[in-house]
């Protein structure tokens, strides 16, 4: 089957958020392990619920405006005005309802590490399509982190209080997904390479490469051959030239 360059698209975005979201996991289980859990749990009960506040209010914010702009109330079936103004909603309750909010902030953390799962199943599909032997690792990788999220989230252990698992757990999510994306990217990079190379070698081999070679020969510098016409002189008349050797 012929590899196609185009096949993967990257998402910039979509590796922005999936890095940084990792670092976050893994930071977040290093200092549980090795700083006082009891700091840690205040800082993110009081920051994080306002900070997920005012990001859901950008985003609502970010969509009423390009409804305008982009002239999207031409469409019937274009709803990014009412998608902005209930992410304001859900943003302005977040920040005003800060206390009863941070209270689900443990299962809100579990289904990001299910999310992440979730993205270590599609990449371990997209290396499949590719052809890819370390689909595979990142299959498993997905798995157990969906598995371990779900785990967590139905058991009564909390995320800041301390306790070894759930640090552990946050560490281990971080580590897999930054794995699985490494994995994901050499094998894009593999595919890119090898997709050249079938390239070349089809345009080589294909009768519009040998028909170029032939076009290309023919503004080829030819022999060049001096054709020098030798005098052959007539003796004169009463010349002693006719009697010598």
């Known amino acids: 089957m012929a590899l196609n360059k ?13 890095i940084i979201g990792a670092i976050a996991f893994l930071a ?10 009891g700091f840690i749990a205040r800082i993110i009960y009081s920051f994080s619920i306002l900070g997920l506040g005012i ?19 031409v469409r019937i079936t274009s709803y990014g005005f009412t998608m902005g103004v209930i992410l304001v909603i859900i943003g ?23 999310v992440f799962g979730a993205v270590m199943l599609q990449q371990s599909f997209a290396l499949f399509h590719i052809q890819r032997g370390s689909w595979f690792i990142s ?3 997905g798995l157990a982190t969906i598995a371990a999220s779900i785990y967590i989230l139905l058991t009564p252990l909390k995320i800041f209080n301390g306790e070894l ?11 897999f997904s930054l ?16 997709s050249d190379r079938i390239f070349k070698r089809n ?10 070679k032939v076009d290309e020969s023919i503004f080829e510098d030819e022999p060049v051959f001096n054709d020098v016409e030798e005098k052959v002189t007539e003796p004169k008349e009463g010349s002693d030239d006719l009697f010598e050797e």
């Open 55 to 73: 990001l859901f209010i950008c985003f609502g914010m970010y969509y009423m405006i390009k409804y305008f702009f982009n002239h999207e109330y």
């Open 165 to 175: 698992l759930p640090s552990v757990y946050l560490i281990v999510v971080g580590g």
């Open 139 to 141: 299959l498993l990788l």
């Open 179 to 194: 794995f699985s994306l490494l994995l994901m990217v050499i094998g894009l990079n593999d595919h890119k390479k090898d």
């Open 92 to 114: 302005a309750v977040f920040i005003i309802n800060a206390d009863v909010v941070s209270s689900f902030i443990d299962a809100l953390i579990c289904l990001i590490g299910v």
């Open 6 to 18: 185009e096949e993967i698209k990257e998402s910039k975005a979509g590796l922005a958020a999936n």
């Open 28 to 37: 977040l289980g290093i200092c549980l392990i090795t700083l006082d859990a």
């Open 203 to 212: 345009m080589e081999e294909s009768p519009l490469g040998s028909k170029q």
